[in-house]
């Protein structure tokens, strides 16, 4: 498991950060296309969102993020972590589904 000192926690919200505007700049030709593609990618997205926040919210109920306030802090920076590199690999990837 990953330190969970206040100096990672920053640096990898960060990094967060950079991950998630990188999907953005993927993501916002895709949708300014206005075709029917563009809304099946707007309709993904809203549904990724939820489920990644109704999963996070289950592993916070069940003690799936640990016991401490920084442990939460950082298993909630890395669930979201990884659904961002999930899309950044996908959108990169240049397939349209």
């Known amino acids: 498991m990953r330190k969970t000192d206040p100096v990672s926690l920053t640096l990898d919200c960060w990094s ?3 991950e998630a ?3 953005v700049g993927m993501r916002v030709p895709r949708l300014m296309t ?3 593609a563009a809304l099946v990618e707007a309709q993904r997205m809203v549904a990724e969102k939820v489920e990644a926040a109704a999963l996070l919210q ?3 109920m ?3 993020l640990g016991g401490s ?3 939460m802090l950082g298993g ?3 669930h979201y972590r990884a659904a961002v590199r999930k899309n950044r690999r996908r959108l990169g990837s240049g397939k349209r589904r």
């Open 16 to 18: 967060l950060g950079m």
């Open 21 to 23: 505007w990188s999907v």
């Open 34 to 36: 206005g075709d029917p």
């Open 58 to 60: 289950w592993k916070m």
């Open 62 to 64: 069940t003690g799936g």
């Open 69 to 71: 306030v920084p442990a």
């Open 76 to 78: 909630s920076v890395a």
